[in-house]
């Protein structure tokens, strides 16, 4: 059982916290850092068997979060002014945030390792992909180097942004926090704002947190009125104006005729 430990965000020392049970038998250490209090398990050995299935079969909440998601994610877009500009959304699972993200007219493309692009297959990201904005939701979590993740996706994407979610905390949460997701054993890395913040620094980015666990890490600052708006619940009636001045750039029926003229071969 590993005693020591190293932040993966800034190189400081770590201590142990606590342990729990993760899938109901492995005992697992958790550890702090003292400089940035990122929240790590041990090197996770058990990650092969949580993810079994790559999203869990008693997610009930996945079509309200991807909704939910859709709205605010829409307003941060047209914040950073990116309505014209490719958009991708790692790790995106089935593929609901890509086509409710199109279906609103973003021009959001697919990308996933683990799990199959059900509802928005044709709408993956190329090869060579460049995209403005990523969306990661629900991923950093289960990343056991966040900064050399998003290195590799900047770089990869070319990206000036990334917008994702994962629970931030301001002091250790207690052993039996519901987000150690110990059930599922697919939750390893857990972010304090003083580490969100340290890990924005490392990439020689902007961190603004937005409200209600979504965090934004741009390449310059955004300021002003528009950096007002994404840190406040402005953000949802702004989300609803840009809903409506959308509407008429939704690629719903665009995206059936591009997908039956491949389907037959055309164009
Ligand atoms: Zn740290």
């Known amino acids: 059982m590993a005693e020591k430990k190293t932040c993966p ?41 949580a993810y079994n299935a790559a999203i869990a079969d008693c997610d009930t909440g996945i ?3 991807n909704l939910h998601n859709a709205v605010r994610i829409s307003a941060v877009l047209k914040l950073l002014k990116c309505e014209r500009e490719p958009i991708v959304d790692m790790a995106g699972g089935y593929g609901i945030l890509t086509r409710l993200l199109r279906d609103v007219g973003f021009d959001c493309r697919w990308s996933d390792k683990y799990c199959g692009n059900i509802l928005s297959k044709g709408f993956q990201a190329a090869p ?21 993740f998003l290195r590799d996706a900047i770089a990869q994407y070319g990206a000036r942004a990334i917008v994702f979610s994962t629970e931030d905390f ?19 890395s857990f972010y304090s704002v003083s580490s969100l913040e340290a890990l924005a620094k490392q990439l020689g980015w902007f961190y603004t947190s937005l409200p209600r666990h979504l965090h934004l890490f741009t390449a310059s600052p955004v300021a002003g009125l528009r950096g007002a708006v994404l840190k406040s619940y402005l953000l949802y009636p702004y989300a609803l104006w840009a809903l409506l001045r959308m509407r008429h750039h939704s690629r719903t029926h665009t995206d059936r005729e591009l997908l039956a003229k491949e389907k037959d071969g055309v164009g």
């Open 9 to 49: 965000i800034d190189g400081a020392e770590m201590r142990s916290v606590f342990r729990a049970t993760l899938l109901g038998r492995h005992e697992v250490q958790y550890f702090c850092c003292y400089a940035c209090s990122f929240l790590q398990t041990e090197e996770p050995y058990w990650l092969e068997e």
């Open 63 to 65: 079509m309200e979060r």
């Open 128 to 148: 060579e992909q460049k995209a403005a904005v990523l969306c990661a939701l629900e991923v950093l979590e289960h990343v056991e180097d966040p900064l050399g």
């Open 170 to 188: 301001k002091t250790v949460p207690d052993s039996d926090w519901w987000y150690y997701s110990r059930d599922s054993g697919q939750h390893i």
